[in-house]
């Protein structure tokens, strides 16, 4: 993933770090065209 350190840096900067390396591995980020997150599990 390209953009992981841009995208771990966006979410550090709005204090949802704890929530994206909870997550990291069994779930996907997704952005919105409102420059929100989705936080959805994979079925990997």
Known sequence: MRNQSIIVKWLAERGCFGVFSQGIGAARL??????????????L
């Open 30 to 43: 997704e952005y919105l065209n409102q420059g929100g997150v989705i936080v959805s599990r994979s079925p």
